[in-house]
């Protein structure tokens, strides 16, 4: 039996990254132990690109990342070139889109439609963050003017044009068909193809928009919510005994040596 390849894949806000303070302090000492057994912490995250880059340096994280939950894929090629993956639809596509819905009566006002100053009032970033909120390469956030029956048409017609509308604490985010558990997928097969070992996925999340990619993992972690606990349908699923970084440190370490116990023995 060849020993598997593991892949870690994480969301950030709320699981990896402490939800007050953004630390992964509580984390480190899984981060540690992956990074010595030379597994791949593959960051799944809503954020965009620069977000995500910042975090990387400041971790030294060199492994591929999804971005805009599922909407852009970042990898190397065979010859070491970082690679973009837009699975969906790319930024141009939706705002072209969404231009012609405004033409036509619906309203509405984006990100692409707001000044950083404007971004930061309404999500509370700083102007540094707000710049690189806006930086976006598959998803567009924005705000809903209209009434719930001329959202619904909408949502229609952006499915007209292979476009979805996803719900989110304070946004609507218009993307392509593309989502977190489709990018795990995406990469699982990238690794598939650099190795003969059969590959073994451990996703981490604590939202709604996780579930899918949980659900689709071989070994997923459900991290406590600040309000409520994520329920997902799945033989191997788990619940950390803790929210943010403590529970992600708490659950990885006991897993990584049961799949070494479980390999040992096959």
């Known amino acids: 039996m060849k020993t ?6 994480t969301d950030l806000d709320g699981t990896l990254l402490d939800h007050h303070n953004y630390s992964t302090a509580a984390a480190q000492p899984a981060l540690d132990a992956l990074k010595a057994a030379d597994i791949p912490v593959i960051f799944n995250t809503s954020k965009t690109q620069p977000e995500v880059l910042r975090l990387r340096r400041a971790l030294g994280n060199t492994s591929p990342y999804v971005c805009e939950n599922g909407g852009a ?3 190397p090629d065979d010859a070491g070139e970082w690679q973009c993956e ?4 790319s930024y141009d596509d939706i705002l072209k889109v969404l231009l012609q819905l405004r033409r036509d009566g619906f309203r509405f006002r984006g990100f692409n439609d707001m000044t950083e100053t404007e971004v930061a009032a309404i999500t509370g970033l700083s102007i540094d963050d707000a710049h690189f909120a806006k930086q976006r390469a598959a998803t567009e956030p924005l705000l809903w003017q209209g009434s719930d029956d001329e ?5 229609a017609t952006l499915e007209h044009h292979q476009l979805r509308l996803l719900k989110g604490g304070r946004f609507y985010h218009v993307m392509g068909n593309a989502d977190k558990a489709s990018a795990m997928t995406w990469l699982a097969d990238y690794y598939r193809t650099q190795t003969e070992h059969p590959i073994v996925t451990i996703a981490l999340g604590d939202g709604g928009n996780d579930k899918a990619m949980l659900e689709a993992a071989d070994y997923p ?4 919510g600040e309000h409520a606990t994520l329920s997902i ?3 191997k699923g788990q619940t950390a005994k803790s929210k943010g970084p403590q529970g992600w440190n708490d659950s990885v370490l006991p897993l990584l040596t049961q799949l070494h116990k479980e390999n040992l023995s096959g």
């Not at 598997?4 to 894949?9: D, E, H, K, N």
């Not at 959202?151 to 949502?155: D, I, Q, R, V």
């Not at 972690?221 to 406590?224: A, D, G, K, R, S």
């Open 221 to 224: 972690i459900v991290i406590p």
């Open 73 to 75: 894929i970042y990898y």
């Open 4 to 9: 598997p390849s593991i892949l870690v894949f």
């Open 86 to 89: 837009l699975p969906g639809a």
């Open 233 to 235: 349908d799945h033989p």
């Open 151 to 155: 959202l619904t048409a909408f949502a």
